[in-house]
């Protein structure tokens, strides 16, 4: 996908070149000494193109041709749309739920802000390229000598000295070391964005996850309640045939037990219901008590597709955010490979020292001095010339952080490949997740439907005389745990759909097109800071850039000098 190579360098730097060269005319330097820069800083020109360090190459990935569900009709591989993939289970609530998420979710703010940080800190290391140093002084002193000094006279007992200079330091990126810096620091904000997409993909999933959990404990409480009715009728009846001597004590004690074993579980499902709903607040970014005016009265749970469309294995290197941001956590650490080995190699600076400077001497009755003298000619002061530095003595030390760079470069590669292992793994069980999880709805949908017939039945011979009140206790007590049963894998079907599509990387793209940090929060932050224009990527490069480098996206202001 990505290469480092940044041999595109050259129109920056050949700029950059002609500047200092236009800078050591302008100041009436000789001619031999111009000419010996000229030569100098071409060769300079020259030799920073060549790039230390190795150029990344995307980790080998290990990826399935098929599916092991592949087989089933009702996994589907060709291409799908997963943008608003939730809409599949045309639930308005459940949509307008994940508009909010997305637009009030706080760990999602903290996500966006950090990619505006990453850009701040491309915008840093690539103002690295230029002159490192520049400083601007000036001063304006009297002194004053000391009466019982020799060098003491009437006349000249003060001295006045001004100076205004400037003083620059360059160090040339020989060996490209400034160069991987921007490779390395621009895969880093390709990273940020990666990781927003990926915790929006989580986001969204988990949102859908949660509102079917509430949905869920809805049904489970109206399934209990429903059943604590039926089993009141039926400890009614238990009592007026016990009260009239047809029947024993042990009738009523049983339909009394078995009722309030029933009731015992409606305040465990409420517990669980708003905790959903507290989850549910957190996502949303506002307090629990907001929920429920968002959620409205009570709705049967999300009712799944027969199918879904899953693509093939290898869409998912493309698709999926966390892959993506592997991807760039390892292109990031080969570039710091090269910055460090840079560090084997000498470094060539210029230093550049420009200033007026003027002095003049004069006692407490008279002064000679003039300011204006200050920018005579003869009061230029000047010194330009190259620097070379070149740790020689602590190669050990650098070899050594060469060798801890490039291990944590490898660490980088195994967990990319270990990141679409698991992207795979994920697909793999929620498919199978998600078919078996159908199955199990169906038999336990055909269970319940048949225990509620058995309920009527036993309750009817019991009340003719005909059955004893054990067959109205079993009929009663399966009754209560199969359509328990019978909403929690309805949930669980929903629930591995939505493990699936986020297995698959969808929703992402509900960013596109709109801002990565709230405006409110960017105007409290312009009024802070002077942010500029702090434009991020909107997207990740295509398939055919190449390369990949700080020079060719224009994703950040020119630095300020």
Request: proline share 5%; with cysteine; charged share 20%.
């Amino acid at each position: 996908m990505v290469t480092n190579s940044l041999n595109n360098n050259r129109q920056h730097q050949k700029r950059s070149i002609q500047f200092l060269i236009d800078w050591v005319r302008g100041y009436g330097v000789t001619s031999i000494f111009n000419q010996s820069m000229i030569c100098l800083l071409t060769l300079a020109c020259l030799v920073s193109g060549c790039m230390i360090g190795p150029d990344f190459v995307k980790p080998d990935a290990p990826l399935e041709d098929v599916w092991t569900q592949q087989e089933d009709p009702r996994i589907k591989t060709e291409a799908a749309d997963y943008r608003e993939w939730w809409t599949v289970f045309n639930d308005p609530v459940l949509n307008n739920l994940i508009e909010k998420a997305y637009q009030q979710n706080l760990d999602l703010e903290v996500a966006g802000l950090r990619i505006l940080e990453a850009r701040a800190q491309l915008g840093i290391v690539v103002g690295s390229q230029y002159p490192q140093t520049q400083e601007a002084s000036a001063s304006a002193t009297m002194n004053q000598f000391s009466s019982n000094s020799p060098l003491f006279g009437p006349l000249d007992n003060f001295n006045y000295n001004y100076s205004l200079g400037f003083d620059a330091a360059w160090e040339l990126d020989f060996w490209g070391r400034f160069r991987r810096g921007v490779e390395s620091a621009n895969a880093s904000l390709y990273s940020a964005l990666a990781n927003y997409d990926d915790l929006l993909v989580s986001l969204i999933a988990e949102v859908a996850r949660t509102y079917t959990q509430i949905r869920t404990f809805e049904q489970r409480l109206a399934f209990a309640r429903q059943n604590v009715i039926l089993q009141k009728e039926s400890q009614r009846i238990a009592t007026a045939r016990y009260e009239g001597g047809e029947t024993s004590e042990l009738d009523v004690t049983q339909a009394t037990a078995l009722l309030k074993q029933t009731e015992a579980t409606v305040p465990r499902f409420e517990a669980g219901l708003r905790q959903a709903k507290n989850a549910l607040a957190i996502l949303l970014g506002i307090p629990p008590i907001e929920v429920q005016a968002i959620l409205g009265p009570t709705k049967p749970i999300p009712t799944a597709p027969l199918g879904v469309t899953v693509g093939i294995p290898a869409d998912l290197l493309q698709r999926r955010p966390d892959i993506r941001r592997a991807e760039f956590q390892a292109l990031a650490q080969s570039a710091r490979i090269g910055i460090a080995k840079s560090d084997l190699f000498p470094r060539l600076s210029l230093m550049g020292s420009f200033s007026f400077v003027t002095s003049e001497k004069g006692n407490m009755f008279s002064n000679n001095a003039d300011f204006v003298d200050l920018f005579s000619s003869n009061s230029i002061l000047y010194s330009l010339g190259p620097q070379l530095q070149w740790p020689i003595l602590n190669y050990g030390r650098i070899k050594n952080d060469v060798s801890a760079q490039d291990a944590r470069f490898q660490q980088f590669a195994v967990e990319y490949r270990n990141t679409v292992l698991r992207a795979l793994q994920e697909v793999e069980d929620g498919m199978v997740g998600f078919l078996k999880a159908k199955e199990e709805r169906a038999f336990l949908s055909k269970s319940a439907k048949q225990y509620g017939r058995s309920v009527e039945i036993s309750l009817m011979r019991y009340t003719e005389g005909l059955d004893s009140y054990q067959r109205v206790i079993d009929s009663q007590r399966f009754l209560t745990h199969q359509q328990d049963q019978l909403a929690v894998a309805t949930g669980t079907v929903v629930t591995y759909l939505i493990a699936t599509y986020k297995a698959l990387g969808g929703g992402w793209e509900l960013r596109q097109g709109r801002e990565l940090v709230p405006p409110e929060t960017q105007e409290q932050m312009r009024q802070r800071t002077d942010w500029g224009d702090p434009l991020p990527p909107k997207d990740f490069p295509d398939e055919s850039q190449q390369p990949l480098t700080g020079q060719e996206i224009k994703i950040f202001n020119k630095p300020d000098f």
